[in-house]
């Protein structure tokens, strides 16, 4: 996208991110987590780790997911607290994923065994990240 690759764009999507209106901080943040990866500055991370008190659990997780993607530190704590939730979002096991921490394994391996209800695509990339924490070296 020709647009995110302007100058100003992180600026103004950083701006964007603290919007009121909850539609806008969502896209925000996916864009500046997700869409714009490959960009990393304080700034950006700064905004990201604003939306982790965001009250919408979806932009929390476009904001976990691209704090973990750039493997920021202070993903890790939001991440540990997000997977021993009570409703655990797709966000948080990417972010796990993302972030590598051994820490998170078992809390993976806790919500494989409670079964209950969940969805199959949850159930799919909860197996896919438990998989990758066992296939990395110890």
């Given amino acids: ?3 995110l690759d302007a100058p100003e764009a992180v600026e103004v999507l950083i701006r964007l991110s603290a919007d009121e209106d909850r539609d806008v901080r969502d896209w925000a943040t996916f ?3 997700t869409l714009m ?3 990393d500055t304080p700034e950006l991370r700064d905004a990201l780790v604003a939306r982790l008190g965001d009250e919408d659990p979806e932009i929390v997780g476009e904001a976990l997911v691209g704090l973990a993607t750039r493997k920021d530190a202070r993903a890790v704590e ?3 607290a ?3 939730g009570e409703r655990v979002m797709v966000y948080a096991l990417e972010a796990a994923a993302a972030l590598g ?3 998170f394994h078992p809390l993976l391996l806790a919500l494989r065994d409670a079964g209950g209800p969940a969805e199959g695509y ?3 990339v909860l197996e896919e ?3 990758r924490f066992e296939q990395a070296p110890a």
């Fill in 82 to 84: 997000a997977l021993k």
């Fill in 1 to 3: 996208m020709a647009v």
């Fill in 31 to 33: 864009g500046l987590g």
């Fill in 37 to 39: 990866e490959a960009r």
């Fill in 101 to 103: 921490d051994p820490s």
């Fill in 129 to 131: 990240v438990i998989s």
């Fill in 122 to 124: 949850f159930r799919s």
């Fill in 78 to 80: 939001p991440v540990r």
